[in-house]
Structure formats: C-alpha cells, structure tokens
C-alpha cells in the first residue's frame, strides 16, 4: 500500500474501559481502506506508580514522531495524565463537538450541532491556591494572551468553514482583568475574518440561552473552566456524556497544528471494565476527527455517520437503551462503514 494510504498513530492506553475501547478502535481500523499502525504507549496507573516520568517520556517520543495520538481514560493518582501530557506537548486548544443523534433520549426536542472550544490552560485550573489562617484561601486565576489568540483562530477558522458565525463567553463584566483580556484577544482575531459574525455573552446568560435554544449555538469559544461546564452541559443537552469526543491541539509559530491528541470525554467506568459492556460511541468519533484531521475527511465522515447511524437505528449498547454489547456494537458500525467505504 502506497505511503500516503498509511497512517502511524501514537496510541496512550489506560486504565478501567481503555483496553476495550482501544480494541474497538482497532477493529473499526481494519475496516478502513487505510492501513492505520498504532503505537501504544502504557500510561496504567500501574505502570505510572513504577515510573511517571518513564511513561511520560514515552508518549511524548510517540506523539512527536507521529503527530497525531488516540488517549484512553486513564486514573488520576498523584497527577492527572491529562494536565501532564496538556503541559509537556503544550495543548492550548481542546475541541468539544456536541450533536444530538437520533434514537438517544433526550430532555431536549431540537437538534444541536455545537461545537465548544476552550482554552486548554490558565483559567482557575493552574493554580490549586493555599489556606491563609484557618478561615480563607486564594488562589489566582490566569488569562494569557497567546493560547486566548491560538483559541480564537481555531474557532473563527472552524466557523468559516462551517459557514456560521463565532459565539465568545465569560464573565467580562466581572472578571474586568482576565476575562477582559480573553475578549479583546479575540476582536483582535476576529479583524481577519470579514466574512465571520461575532457577538460576546456572558457565560451565566449563555447557559440559560443554550437551555432554551441551542440550535441557535453553532461555534462558542471560552477560557479555560468556562468550556469544561459547558462541554459537560451540552452532553446532557443530547443525552450522554458518552457520546463526547474530544480534541487537543498545540500550534507551532505560524498557527498551525503542531500536535494533535483525540481521546473520549468519558472516564474509566471500572464498574464495567473487563465485561464487554461499554460504549465506545466517544472512543470512535475520537478516531474520526482524528482521521479527519489528517487529512481522510470522507473516512472521518463516514465513520462518524456509521456510528450515529447504528445508534439512530437502535443498533446501540445498553446505556442508550439498547441490548448490543461492545464487540457487537462495533460489528454493527463497521458493517454501516464497509459498505460505503
């Protein structure tokens, strides 16, 4: 097969359900007209508590060969694997795309194609603060300028391209300062795209809106914490938060992917790891916007249709109503692939 129909993926396997959404992953990748090779690296807790910076060093050898890696859920011990590989590959970006999909129960009778991008760093997440006496503690909050601009780009470039406009939110009216800053950076941003419309919200305004009319919400960019609630909120909009897949991205010095991580929102579910029972829906649109990201846009949107189709067609696991287990779920999406591929 000729170079360009080969695609080498890092792969960051953990904890709970990863090695069964890892095998779905791989068994939808045979079915592709691509041959795909992954290179796993062991990011267990168990094997991070024999050595952290052994596992680290790996997938970061990986993720720099190929560009390009698939995460796991993993367990957050002493350190969140997640913050660690966000800090060592310099994620600024992560990339929520939320959509309601036909046959899964919802509280909400419109349809949301939304698309959530938050800072990846900064916020109140850098800092974990200090006790000050016995009655109060502080922590500081940080807004910077180049990952606020490298957010804004990715948002207003997607938005072009899906032909919408840009929604920014915080809380600018409080937070004068950091959300201040964050909401310039992007008008700064938004003088390159002519053809973009913009407007700000404030964030506690934003999530009644998007209660009562989400359809009206396309592309919405936030700083760090912001885009964390709103990516959970918007999963339950459209009825799981399995069904969230994920994108982080750094950017070199002429604001283009430098590296790129897709992972499922979900968590390690060790309640059911090991019985065959998970969904791996998330895992599986992960792997789509990968494909998409390098380039195989008709596969990546071929396998996203794939999944949504088995879902909207009752062809679903358990926790969305259905009776398939794992492997059969994932049988059923590559048989709604193979036959378009």
Do not use: W
């Not at 968590?267 to 895992?283: L, Y």
């Amino acid at each position: 097969m000729p170079d360009r129909e080969k695609l080498h993926v890092a792969e960051f396997l953990g904890d709970g359900i990863s090695a069964e959404l890892s095998e779905s992953v791989h068994t939808v990748a045979t079915a592709l007209p691509l041959a795909v090779e992954f290179h796993p690296v062991d990011l267990s807790l168990e094997n991070r508590r024999r050595d952290a910076n052994a596992s680290y060093d790996a997938a970061m050898a990986a993720i720099t060969t190929h560009r390009v890696a698939m995460k796991y859920p993993t367990v957050t011990e002493k350190e969140s694997p997640n913050k660690v590989l966000r800090e060592r590959c310099n994620f600024s970006v992560i990339h929520r795309p939320v959509a309601s999909i036909a046959g899964v129960r919802t509280r909400h009778q419109g349809k949301v194609d939304l698309h959530i991008i938050r800072i990846a760093v900064g916020g109140t997440y850098e800092d974990a603060g200090r006790r000050i006496g016995t009655e109060a503690a502080v922590s500081i909050r940080v807004i910077e300028r180049k990952p606020a601009r490298e957010a804004a780009l990715y948002a207003f470039r997607l938005a072009q391209r899906l032909g919408c406009d840009v929604v920014s939110s915080s809380k600018y009216t409080i937070q004068r300062a950091t959300d201040g800053l964050f909401e310039e950076v992007v008008l700064e941003v938004k003088k390159q795209f002519a053809d973009v419309g913009h407007k700000s919200e404030l964030f506690d305004a934003l999530l009644y809106k998007m209660l009562l009319d989400s359809e009206s919400y396309r592309v919405v960019v936030t700083p760090n914490e912001y885009g964390d609630f709103l990516s959970d909120m918007a999963c339950g909009i459209v009825g799981s938060i399995g069904m969230g897949a994920s994108a982080s991205y750094s950017f070199d010095e002429r604001g283009e992917v430098a590296l790129a991580m897709f992972d499922p929102a979900g968590g390690t579910a060790p309640d059911i790891a090991g019985k065959g029972v998970c969904n791996p829906s998330a895992a599986l649109l992960a792997f789509a916007m990968l494909l998409t990201h390098t380039g195989f846009r008709g596969l990546g949107t071929m396998l996203d249709e794939a999944v949504r189709g088995a879902i909207g067609d009752g062809e679903c696991t358990r926790d969305l109503g259905g009776t398939l287990n794992t492997a059969q779920f994932t049988a059923a999406v590559c048989k709604r692939f193979s036959a378009r591929a």
